[in-house]
């Protein structure tokens, strides 16, 4: 079993409608959780953040985070065709615990 | 640079041959990680250096892979007599260690083909 397990999918949405990516984590100690966007042939970028229990919300990205569960989603709402990408959740430990540890992505389209 | 830089963007080696792949960090951030990107995967971790000082290196898949940020900024991932399982992307990261626990600033990679 994978440390960070993803739906691979792939994920596919019409425009306009909302995308949930889920996450989940193996290693409770996990204090820091993030979402990247991977374009294809591109490097990941960062979008979401998220350290504590409950929702976090930045423009069309909420990322949801349920230590208990160790469970970790990302909504995106009004999907847009540009959001057709890989999404990486990746975990990592206390502070200057070094690595962050990812899942294998959920690969998003969004159609038009 | 604004961002992390890694060179070459592209190397396809011989099996066998010796690489070497280099990293630039941006400027000021403490902590370097590389990780290796198989086509479908995500990520997978392979040393991790706190200025010039190797914290992890746990993900090295085997001692032919060698990895040194000797004056704490610009590192090297060293390959040795490359195998095809190499073949993958080789993602350079750093972050700014600090309050909290910051996030990865990637680098646009080296894909490595070995043939």
């Known amino acids: 079993q994978k440390e960070v397990e993803q739906n691979s999918g792939p994920l596919s949405v019409p425009e306009g409608a909302i995308a949930s990516l889920n996450c989940t984590y193996s290693d409770r100690v996990s204090q820091s959780f993030f979402w990247y966007r991977q374009y294809s042939g591109k490097s990941p970028e960062l979008i979401m953040s998220?350290?504590?229990?409950g929702d976090k919300e930045d423009g069309r990205f909420t990322a949801q985070l349920n230590k208990a569960s160790q469970y970790v989603s990302l909504l995106i709402r009004d999907s847009q065709p540009s959001d057709s990408a890989t999404y990486l959740c990746a975990v990592r430990g206390p502070a200057n615990a070094g690595k962050s540890t990812f899942g294998d992505g959920t690969t998003l389209t969004v159609k038009p | 640079g604004a961002g992390v830089s890694q060179s070459p963007r592209y190397k396809v080696a011989k099996r066998g041959q010796d690489v070497a792949l280099r990293c630039d960090p941006i400027s000021g951030h403490v902590s370097l990680f590389w990780y290796q990107q198989a086509l479908g995967q995500g990520p997978e971790f392979l040393t991790y250096?706190?200025?010039?000082?190797?914290?992890?290196k746990s993900g090295l898949p085997s001692d032919r892979f060698f990895a040194e940020r000797p004056e704490g900024s610009v590192s090297t991932l060293k390959i040795q007599r490359t195998q095809q399982e190499d073949s993958a992307v080789y993602l350079c990261a750093s972050s700014l260690e600090g309050a909290g626990v910051p996030p990865l600033h990637f680098g646009n990679g080296t894909r490595l083909t070995v043939t």
């Open positions: 250096f706190q200025n010039e000082a190797q914290l992890d």
């Open positions: 998220i350290y504590s229990n």
